[in-house]
């Protein structure tokens, strides 16, 4: 399973733009990279998905270069309430199914 | 949409006792449930697959015989915490995933809150 790299924490204030790196050099080839938001005592809840290039919804934006050997996810103009634990997981190719959780990044929003 | 629930949200036990904690899909239905467990602070581990019907696959160091899984329909998997001592006071997540997902999506619940006196 690709393993992943990011940030523990990141400080940001409301109305700004975060983006979030995450890095999985040994991505396969077959992985999707997946993003997922974790309030205190919650289960985690989906934000993105992606495969390459960009992805966006509603909520945020999901870049991926090339080589796919990174991602970063960008949350527009963030919110109180977007303080969270955000959690960058690759895998859901074909042959298996599980998720390994690294430990993810600790978004703090400040007033 | 795809809701997974769980039940109890909390729970206080003594130790020594059972505790068991459902996992359901509600407006789906599940072929394969997950069970995690995730200590304060730390991130979530799996600690097993269940496929409806067939044993549950556990992960490395996990106790099968301590974290009895059961998942009898499509809907319902339930994990037994069997002789629950403080140590195993933990959050558990369950995840539920759809036969048609795309990409192997996961659906989470709320998670239980375990706490062994």
């Known amino acids: 399973l690709a393993k992943t790299t990011q940030p523990i924490s990141m400080d940001s204030y409301e109305g700004q733009e975060v983006n979030i790196t995450c890095s999985h050099n040994?991505?396969?080839?077959?992985?999707?990279i997946t993003w997922y938001q974790q309030f205190p005592s919650q289960g985690p809840r989906f934000i993105i998905q992606?495969?390459?290039t960009k992805v966006t919804n509603e909520v945020a934006s999901l870049f991926i270069p090339a080589d796919r050997k990174s991602s970063t996810l960008s949350l527009p103009r963030v919110s109180l309430s977007d303080t969270a634990v955000y959690y960058c997981?690759?895998?859901?190719?074909?042959?298996?199914?599980?998720?390994?959780f690294g430990k993810g990044t600790m978004l703090l929003v400040s007033p | 949409g795809a809701v997974v629930s769980q039940h109890p949200s909390r729970v206080i036990c003594k130790s020594g006792t059972s505790v068991k904690i459902e996992c359901r899909s509600l407006?789906?239905?599940?072929?394969?449930m997950f069970w995690y467990r995730q200590f304060p602070k730390q991130s979530l581990m799996l600690m097993a697959t269940?496929?409806?019907?067939?044993?549950?696959?556990?992960e490395q160091g996990v106790e099968k015989d301590k974290f009895l899984i059961n998942h009898a329909s499509l809907t319902l998997s339930t994990l037994t915490v069997t002789s629950a001592h403080p140590e195993d006071s933990s959050f558990y997540i369950c995840?539920?995933?759809?036969?048609?997902?795309?990409?192997?999506?996961?659906?989470f619940g709320p998670g239980t809150r375990l706490t062994v006196l």
């Open positions: 997981l690759v895998g859901g190719g074909s042959g298996y199914s599980t998720l390994t």
């Open positions: 992606g495969y390459k």
């Open positions: 040994n991505i396969a080839t077959n992985d999707y």
């Open positions: 269940s496929n409806e019907g067939s044993k549950a696959t556990y």
């Open positions: 995840s539920a995933q759809r036969p048609d997902s795309k990409n192997n999506e996961q659906f």
């Open positions: 407006d789906f239905q599940a072929t394969t």
